[in-house]
């Protein structure tokens, strides 16, 4: 744990006793490091503390979650984590509409709803008719039930979200094309956004990392 | 099941070295495995330690960082602080509780 490297004053850290089972904390100085002679090397995975990227490009309530809940996860890890909200994404970090994403059932046939099971069993398991999302009312309706279940879920709000995130110390980020193209101000971003960042600084600040697209 | 044995006390950990049995746990327990983390237990790293204890008692499950913060109050910001690294994994160990299951 310590070794000559230790800086003056430092507190120095007792081992663990042999045999002490413990959680991996990742405590050494590089976690998930992977050395010259460990399978990680042999597998390309790049030396240094894990790094993940997610690319969050869609703007619907369902698909805000995925790379929140992850990269909350992956912090909660200790691994350092970066997010670029792009296209419809941005909505997800404008403050004028993150409060306000909808979700829709149009396209989405995967959409189910399990208190079909009461009426017949068997029919909580099939798609919903496609034409019911063009119904007036009905992404309102959706979208109510959706946060509904999140709550329940004790999920946090998109905006609720994005302040857990900041507090965490992720890293988000606007990218510049559509934040220009969609005319947005600095001034409704999300405060937790570091920068509007352009697509080849995004590259370049995503170094080493895991990327994931959303 | 593995055990552990720190400065003359012996408990029950699961594989991955998290208590199995909550009442083997004592403050003078904590403030031993935190000195192996590097932590000295203050006052402000109790609180959160009691809190898990008495809410995991409560719900059945080990809070998550965000339980923490919605439930308990605490500032996560705080906690990456007084616990860095993995901070609910790492309340979780020291408060001889099983690690949070919850995604958020």
């Not at chain 1, 619907?60 to 790379?67: E, V």
């Not at chain 1, 019911?132 to 959706?142: K, R």
């Not at chain 1, 507090?167 to 559509?178: D, E, K, V």
């Not at chain 2, 439930?71 to 616990?83: I, N, P, W």
């Amino acid at each position: 744990m310590s070794d000559s490297s230790t800086p003056l004053g430092a507190t120095v850290t007792p081992a663990a006793p042999d045999g002490f089972v413990m959680p991996d904390f990742g405590h050494v100085d590089a976690p998930h490091a992977a050395t010259e002679t460990s399978p990680e090397a042999a597998l390309g995975v790049p030396a240094g503390p894990r790094k993940m990227a997610f690319i969050c490009s869609k703007g619907n309530l369902d698909m805000a979650y995925p790379a929140l809940i992850m990269g909350n996860a992956a912090l909660g890890e200790g691994i350092e984590v970066h997010i670029f909200f792009t296209f419809w994404g941005l909505d997800i970090i404008n403050r004028r509409t993150n409060a306000d994403l909808k979700f829709t059932m149009t396209g989405n046939t995967a959409m189910h709803m399990p208190q079909l099971g009461r009426v017949h069993d068997g029919l909580e398991h099939r798609s919903l008719p496609q034409g019911l999302g063009n119904l007036p009312g009905m992404t309102g309706m959706a979208t109510r039930m959706m946060k509904r279940q999140m709550e329940e879920m004790e999920i946090p709000t998109v905006p609720e979200f994005l302040d857990l995130l900041q507090a965490s110390g992720a890293h988000m980020y606007a990218c510049r094309l559509t934040f220009e193209m969609n005319k947005i101000i600095e001034a409704d971003l999300h405060p937790g956004v570091e920068r509007v960042l352009s697509a080849s600084d995004f590259i370049v600040v995503t170094n080493g990392a895991q990327i994931i697209f959303v | 099941m593995p055990s552990n044995t720190l400065n003359g006390r012996t408990f029950q950990v699961d594989d991955e070295g998290f208590l199995t049995d909550p009442g083997q746990w004592s403050e003078e327990l904590a403030a031993d495995m935190a000195a192996l983390v590097g932590i000295e237990l203050t006052p402000a790293h109790m609180a959160a330690l009691e809190f898990m204890r008495s809410d995991r008692e409560e719900t059945g499950s080990t809070p998550t960082l965000r339980r923490m913060n919605s439930a308990g109050g605490f500032d996560v910001k705080e906690l990456f602080t007084l616990f860095p690294g993995k901070p609910a994994k790492k309340m979780a160990w020291l408060a001889g509780l099983p690690k949070p299951v919850g995604c958020v």
